[in-house]
């Protein structure tokens, strides 16, 4: 079982991409999620996590310009990302926190590039 994250795509810098994550096999339960990045030739990154009752977590990279979301009912986690930056070029991921190594799927590609 993977998790599919989607929404990537090619944005100029300053822009937005809202990412999901739809949980279908309920992996997330109520355990804390997060979103992860791995930008080419480095190691991957935790971007924001978020649990049931507790504030969402940041990386310094991102912070004021990142927001994690949850939706329960849907079983979906969604990165709204604004403010986009070429150093956030990357393959984004979702996952438990800690993460899972049966659980990584393919991720979805973001391009921040003019």
């Known amino acids: 079982v993977q998790l599919q994250a989607s929404g990537g795509g090619l944005v100029q810098p300053g822009g937005s991409l809202r990412l999901s994550c739809r949980d279908s096999?309920?992996?997330?339960?109520?355990?804390?999620v997060g979103w992860y990045r791995q930008a080419p030739g480095k190691q991957r990154e935790l971007v924001a996590s978020?649990?049931?009752?507790?504030?969402?977590i940041y990386a310094d990279s991102v912070k004021d310009r990142f927001t994690i979301s949850r939706d329960y009912a849907k079983n979906t986690v969604y990165l709204q990302m604004n403010s986009l930056r070429p150093e956030d070029t990357a393959v984004y991921y979702c996952n438990k926190y800690p993460p899972y190594a049966r659980y990584w799927g393919q991720g979805t590609l973001v391009t921040v590039s003019s």
């Open positions: 978020i649990g049931r009752g507790t504030e969402p």
């Open positions: 096999q309920k992996i997330f339960s109520n355990n804390v």
